[in-house]
């Protein structure tokens, strides 16, 4: 999509940028998520630590400490990064529903890796841990598509601002991983995933942060340097849309579904009949149609059991930990498919003029 986008992009009126950025304030966001990383170094060390005997899961030791590192840590860098969105001004609609979609990705994965799969439940601290790092996630993600692309309402330099993303993705990459290492610790649960909780949150943050270059990053940028008045701007969405067929949705799909044979997988291994779905020959629209369902399931779940340990059983774990399982890849699921939705129909409307006044008239 980036090389079918921009090699096109001189045909399409493409207009080069030259603004500069405030590197101050990615550099000081980075350096905040890198510092809190360090701070819990024994959390994610224990995050990464693999089972020794899986017949005999050893608990992590359990503790608050990390968790709160984190929630400052998360609260400096929405504060930091909050300067550079409130010095912007201008409001962007489709940037703000992407943000939020991808922090939400982002919570699900703190959540989910770091205790809902262990079957627990989320202390206090680690409640404050995920909101904090959730809140940086959404702001910094807004930012990287608004003043990392446009600031002060002029296009920057195309280099420039890929650096500048790529710069938000590892601060969001470490802050995610530090915060689910240190949910891990505060539930003193055992893992019940084939991987450490620190490994299958790297992936999904991997995940998060392709949905993010290819349905945020890139179509902000191309409508950013095509300007409104330019005749080729619908040409500009045609390009993205022919990307988006032929180089988006086949992957996407495929990684959907492969997202969903963790479930089908642990089923046959475990010789469970429940949760019915789904199952390898299930079609992609079969998938999508028992999303709700799903969902449905592991809101119960994670709600109504308590599972605190000594009190509930091995074989009751194993079928809470695959209904949890289910939902947590159909929650994924139904967010990438919203975040996919969200950014068509809006780069369709950004192009056909629905953006702010103020937006425009910069």
Same mark, same amino acid.
């Given at each position: 999509?980036? !090389?079918?986008? @921009?090699?096109?992009?001189?045909?399409?009126?493409?207009?080069?940028?030259?603004?500069?950025?405030?590197? @101050?304030?990615?550099?000081?966001? !980075?350096g905040? %998520?890198?510092?809190?990383?360090a701070?819990?170094?024994?959390a994610?060390?224990?995050?990464?630590?693999?089972?020794?005997?899986?017949?005999?899961?050893?608990a992590?030791?359990r503790?608050?400490?990390?968790?709160?590192?984190?929630t400052?840590?998360?609260?400096?860098v929405?504060?930091? !990064?909050?300067?550079?969105?409130?010095?912007?001004?201008?409001?962007?609609?489709?940037?703000?529903?992407?943000?939020?979609?991808?922090?939400?990705?982002?919570t699900?994965?703190?959540?989910?890796?770091?205790?809902?799969?262990?079957?627990?439940?989320?202390?206090?601290?680690?409640?404050?841990?995920v909101?904090?790092?959730?809140?940086?996630?959404?702001?910094?993600?807004?930012?990287?598509?608004?003043?990392?692309?446009?600031?002060?309402?002029?296009?920057?330099?195309?280099?420039?601002?890929?650096?500048?993303?790529?710069?938000? %993705?590892?601060?969001?990459f470490?802050?995610?991983?530090?915060?689910?290492?240190?949910?891990?610790?505060?539930?003193?649960?055992?893992?019940?995933?084939?991987y450490?909780?620190?490994?299958?949150?790297?992936?999904? %943050?991997?995940?998060?942060?392709?949905?993010?270059?290819?349905?945020?990053?890139?179509?902000?940028?191309?409508?950013?340097?095509?300007?409104?008045?330019?005749?080729?701007?619908?040409?500009?969405?045609?390009?993205?849309?022919?990307?988006?067929?032929?180089?988006?949705?086949?992957?996407?799909?495929?990684?959907?579904?492969?997202?969903?044979t963790? =479930?089908?997988?642990?089923?046959?291994?475990?010789?469970?009949?429940?949760?019915?779905?789904?199952?390898?020959?299930?079609?992609?629209?079969?998938?999508?149609?028992?999303?709700?369902?799903?969902?449905?399931?592991?809101?119960?779940?994670?709600?109504?059991?308590?599972?605190?340990?000594?009190?509930?059983?091995?074989?009751?774990?194993?079928? =809470?930990?695959?209904?949890?399982?289910?939902?947590?890849?159909?929650?994924?699921?139904?967010?990438?498919?919203?975040?996919?939705?969200?950014?068509?129909?809006?780069?369709?409307?950004?192009?056909?003029?629905?953006?702010?006044?103020?937006?425009?008239?910069?």
């Amino acid at each position: 999509m980036l !090389v079918l986008s @921009i090699s096109l992009a001189p045909s399409l009126g493409w207009h080069p940028g030259g603004a500069g950025l405030r590197w @101050i304030v990615v550099f000081s966001a !980075v350096g905040i %998520a890198v510092l809190v990383a360090a701070l819990i170094a024994k959390a994610l060390s224990t995050a990464f630590r693999p089972h020794q005997d899986w017949e005999r899961r050893e608990a992590p030791p359990r503790t608050d400490t990390p968790a709160w590192v984190c929630t400052v840590g998360g609260t400096l860098v929405s504060v930091v !990064v909050g300067t550079g969105v409130a010095h912007e001004g201008a409001f962007n609609g489709l940037a703000a529903v992407q943000a939020v979609m991808i922090a939400l990705f982002a919570t699900e994965g703190m959540l989910g890796n770091g205790v809902w799969l262990h079957v627990g439940k989320p202390t206090p601290a680690s409640r404050s841990a995920v909101a904090s790092v959730a809140l940086a996630v959404g702001v910094t993600t807004y930012w990287s598509l608004t003043g990392l692309i446009r600031p002060g309402g002029q296009s920057a330099h195309l280099g420039q601002s890929l650096s500048a993303w790529l710069c938000c %993705a590892v601060l969001v990459f470490v802050l995610v991983v530090s915060a689910t290492s240190a949910v891990y610790v505060a539930g003193g649960r055992a893992y019940w995933t084939d991987y450490p909780p620190a490994n299958n949150v790297m992936q999904d %943050a991997f995940l998060l942060s392709v949905l993010w270059l290819t349905l945020g990053w890139l179509p902000q940028t191309v409508l950013t340097h095509i300007p409104a008045s330019a005749t080729e701007r619908w040409a500009a969405v045609g390009t993205l849309l022919a990307g988006f067929m032929l180089t988006f949705c086949p992957p996407f799909l495929w990684t959907l579904e492969n997202n969903d044979t963790h =479930v089908c997988r642990q089923r046959l291994r475990r010789g469970a009949a429940e949760p019915p779905w789904p199952t390898f020959s299930d079609s992609s629209f079969t998938r999508i149609a028992h999303l709700r369902r799903r969902l449905s399931h592991f809101h119960t779940s994670v709600t109504s059991h308590e599972h605190e340990p000594g009190v509930d059983g091995q074989e009751l774990n194993a079928d =809470v930990f695959l209904v949890r399982l289910s939902g947590h890849t159909a929650a994924q699921n139904s967010i990438a498919l919203l975040l996919a939705l969200a950014s068509l129909v809006g780069a369709v409307g950004m192009t056909a003029g629905f953006t702010g006044e103020r937006e425009q008239r910069r």
